[in-house]
């Protein structure tokens, strides 16, 4: 699977003859993982049901001409009280060749498309290593990267606006 090529072009012939835009995925790959399960899964049975914490993220950045690593994160903390039961951390990486798109279209493709691609990778790789530490596998929810990528521009416009400060009033 880490071979595998997905484009998304526009423009027929001329993208696959390398001339028109392109989303290219080169590679996908496991760039870190980090499983720890303190008390392993020994506990007792009151602490079948933990408080299941999830934090993601997405990260990109250029590694040659038109490609871009693009990496999705997922920590993943399950608690019994103060007792931690485990703690996934897995960072799921794909690099992405995109050419032919101006540089908003370029963002949101690494911010919303890429991820959507490296989701289902990641979500497997996070119920596999939660298996093999000895817990039930536990399977990521779906997650709507369009949504997030929106909600992520809005805060950067609110922060912009918020360090610019009020706009001058403006005399006629």
């Known amino acids: ?36 399960s303190p008390k392993g899964p020994f506990l007792p049975a009151q602490a079948q049901d933990p408080k299941i914490s999830l934090n993601l993220s997405t990260a990109s950045n250029t590694v040659g001409q038109d490609a871009h690593e693009v990496v999705l994160t997922v920590t993943l903390e399950a608690n019994n009280g103060e007792v931690a039961v485990y703690i996934a951390e897995v960072k799921q990486a794909g690099v992405f060749v995109v050419r032919g798109f101006g540089p908003e279209e370029t963002r949101r493709i690494l911010g919303s498309f890429a ?58």
């Open 115 to 172: 991820p959507n691609i490296l989701f289902p990778y990641i979500r497997q790789t996070v119920s596999d290593v939660i298996s093999k530490g000895g817990f039930p596998p536990f399977l990521l929810p779906h997650v709507n990267f369009d949504a997030l990528f929106e909600r992520s521009l809005q805060e950067q416009a609110a922060r912009q606006a918020r360090q610019q400060g009020p706009a001058p009033e403006q005399t006629n």
């Open 1 to 36: 699977m880490a071979d595998e090529n997905t484009t998304l072009a526009g423009g027929g012939d001329s993208a696959a003859n390398g001339q028109g835009p392109a989303v290219a995925l080169q590679t996908v790959y496991i760039k870190d993982l980090s499983f720890e």
